[in-house]
């Protein structure tokens, strides 16, 4: 038994039957439909987020004007500035000892390269507030040491440690992505290997590393927010330790929302600046 | 050239002197497969030497044994009469006498042309910034390119970019030239350029082994030219005869595929 295929809105006539004798829908209309039933879930799910939440619980508790403007300047001169020096310093020290261990990693010694695995794989392990714990409180009393800097100096420090296994796999990766034929020509010129690493291998390794590398900086804005558990001077406190303190000053919270903006403002440029390298690179080959 | 060679001292001033290049015996195995079956090969001063031969045949893999770039399992090289599997070689020092072209350019993407030519110059041979730059400007300027000193190499055609890592390899002021396919990853109508650079080489008396397809080249430029199949010398002898009147059917077969 046929259907007029006229009955299925917006196909022309006279489409082939389908295996059950029904007419077959076009693709196009096929695809049209489908996607007119995404939106329609859409819709609906935002509904239902907005009919189930408590705006008035919402507004009092998270979006308190007065509160928020009382955590002005202060969340920028100390707390916004704090989290950028802190992701600075780590970002810069991760890197250094990151590029060493993705040197040993990648050495003809042996023992080189077992320490920086071994390194490696160890603090890729352990989440990193378990370190920073460590650093702030274990490594002190185990070495009768006290870090630079107090308890935020001994933070970064961890920071730095746990970063550096991260950085130091993905500037790997990126010198194994240079061409042979770029040592080879670079040897074949007489150039030492260490200067065939510096001046030919390096350099492109790094370009090549720069949207992974950055998007390990934007990971590590946000891991500063881990130093709250080493617990820091009142003018020491980034942003999610000022908004916490905030929190239990004021019984309310809206500073956590303040301080969510303010990781927004300063993450959000560097992720679409890594789409941008990504496409850039892409082009650039 | 009474220039610096203090890795190796001829005995007083014999006519000849030792061979350019010269390889005794020699054995290459990658793994379980021997690719270089005990060749014996030289190259005298100023002889323009090409080999031919199937892929396969082992002629790239000789060719990058000459300054190391593969390690030989067996036997011997030597470059102008120095060792250059002795442990004790300099072999960055022989390396800067030793020019070598790539088929695949392999400049540096990241450097400009002019800096291309002078880095290893500054790093390996300690030159200074201004003797560098001059001695690269001339040779960009010998291969015709003096007006893309400040352009990278992305910016040139293939045939440009080989010319470039020509005037590279020149740079050095090497005593002899290795070229390893140079033409084979050109447009044809590119190969033209690079071929002529190369014949004026020839001209001026530059010591060259040029492993090619090129059988035009190997006829006019080619002094001497080595048929390699299976990891030997299969023949060798005047370009002219080996490519008119081939000796060997293995050469045989292989010149009626190509010519």
């Given at each position: 038994m046929r259907t007029d295929s006229g009955t299925v809105p917006g196909t022309a006539p006279a489409t082939m039957p389908g295996p059950a004798g029904r007419p077959r829908m076009k693709a196009s209309t096929r695809r049209r439909l489908f996607r007119g039933v995404l939106y329609a879930v859409f819709v609906l799910a935002v509904l239902l987020v907005g009919f189930l939440a408590d705006w008035q619980a919402i507004r009092t508790n998270f979006l308190d004007l007065d509160v928020a403007r009382e955590m002005f300047p202060e969340i920028v001169v100390t707390a916004v500035k704090n989290t950028v020096i802190y992701t600075v310093i780590a970002f810069i020290g991760g890197l250094a000892l990151g590029l060493i261990l993705a040197l040993m990693k990648l050495s003809p010694v042996g023992p080189y390269r077992w320490v920086a695995t071994a390194y490696i794989e160890l603090f890729r392990g352990l989440p990193a507030l378990l370190v920073i714990f460590g650093f702030a409180f274990a490594v002190p009393i185990a070495f009768n040491w006290r870090p630079p800097g107090g308890s935020a100096g001994a933070g970064l420090i961890a920071l730095i440690i746990v970063s550096a296994a991260y950085i130091a796999e993905t500037i790997r990766a990126g010198i194994q992505a240079v061409p042979p034929g770029q040592v080879e020509a670079a040897r074949s010129l007489g150039m030492t290997p260490a200067w065939t690493m510096v001046s030919v291998v390096l350099p492109q390794a790094f370009r090549i590393v720069t949207p992974p590398l950055t998007n390990e900086l934007v990971i590590l804005i946000k891991d500063t927010s881990l130093l709250f558990i080493a617990g820091m001077a009142l003018g020491d406190r980034e942003l999610t330790t000022f908004a916490r303190d905030a929190v239990s000053q004021q019984a309310n919270a809206t500073p956590l929302v303040v301080a969510a903006l303010m990781y927004l403002i300063i993450t959000l440029p560097l992720t679409r600046l890594v789409a941008w390298l990504e496409r850039h690179n892409k082009r650039g080959r | 050239m009474a220039m610096h060679n203090p890795a190796h001292q001829a005995p007083a001033a014999s006519t000849a002197g030792p061979p350019a290049i010269e390889v005794r015996n020699l054995h290459k195995s990658f793994g379980e497969v021997e690719v270089l079956k005990g060749i014996d090969f030289h190259v005298d001063q100023g002889e323009v030497v090409c080999v031919i031969g199937p892929?396969?045949?082992?002629k790239s893999t000789l060719l990058r044994c000459v300054n190391r770039l593969e390690e030989p399992t067996s036997g011997t090289v030597l470059v102008e009469g120095v060792d250059?599997?002795?442990?004790?070689?300099?072999l960055d020092l022989v390396r800067t006498r030793i020019g070598m072209v790539f088929q695949q350019f392999n400049?540096?993407?990241?450097?400009s042309v002019l800096r291309n030519l002078t880095l290893a110059q500054q790093?390996?041979?300690?030159?200074?910034k201004a003797e560098a730059v001059e001695i690269a400007r001339k040779n960009l300027a010998k291969v015709g390119l003096a007006h893309k000193e400040d352009a990278f190499p992305a910016q040139l055609s293939g045939g440009q970019q080989q010319r470039v890592a020509i005037a590279r390899a020149l740079s050095m002021n090497p005593d002899m030239m290795l070229f390893d396919e140079p033409t084979s990853a050109l447009d044809p109508e590119l190969v033209g350029d690079v071929l002529e650079v190369m014949r004026q080489l020839a001209d001026e008396g530059m010591t060259m082994m040029v492993v090619t397809h090129e059988m035009g080249f190997a006829r006019e430029v080619g002094d001497r030219l080595v048929f390699m199949d299976g990891g030997v010398v299969v023949e060798q002898g005047d370009p002219r005869e080996v490519l008119?009147?081939?000796?060997h059917e293995r050469t045989q077969a292989f010149l009626s595929k190509v010519l």
């Open positions: - | 892929s396969g045949s082992g250059i599997t002795d442990p004790e070689t300099d400049l540096f993407p990241h450097l790093r390996a041979k300690k030159r200074g008119g009147n081939p000796q």
